[in-house]
């Protein structure tokens, strides 16, 4: 069954750093916009970043630009989102998901991914 998983959530204190991994299984990331999403309590999901499919080029959330970087390693069929000086705003569930077609620019719009992870914790906080 095809399926994403995220790992590396946990409590970290503000200004620290985290790096959040999505792994594909029997799904490939390879050429296929993916985007990092977040949903704090209460609160709508929103996107965070995203890698292109057709040129890897990354797009962010204004507030995280220049603190969170997204990557990916297509032999590892994993994307990952690094994130630095964290702040107690960051906390909120973080998801990974996939475009539906290949080779596409990313957008942080949610209709545009079709696979999506079960969400990694993130939380920040002294």
């Known amino acids: 069954q095809p399926q994403l998983v995220e790992s590396g959530g946990g409590l970290v204190q503000p200004g620290g750093s985290l790096t959040l991994s999505c792994v594909a299984s029997?799904?490939?990331?390879?050429?296929?916009?993916v985007g990092w999403f977040r949903q704090a309590p209460g609160k709508e999901r929103e996107g965070v970043a995203c890698?292109?499919?057709?040129?890897?080029?990354?797009y962010y959330k204004d507030s995280v630009k220049g603190r969170f970087t997204i990557s990916r390693d297509n032999a590892k069929n994993t994307v990952f989102l690094r994130m630095n000086n964290l702040k107690p705003e960051d906390t909120a569930v973080y998801y990974c998901?996939?475009?539906?077609?290949?080779?596409?620019?990313?957008?942080?719009?949610?209709?545009?991914?079709?696979?999506w992870g079960q969400g990694t914790q993130v939380t920040v906080s002294s």
């Open positions: 029997e799904l490939s990331l390879r050429d296929y916009a």
């Open positions: 998901a996939r475009d539906t077609e290949l080779y596409r620019l990313c957008v942080l719009m949610g209709p545009r991914y079709n696979y």
């Open positions: 890698i292109s499919g057709s040129d890897d080029n990354t």
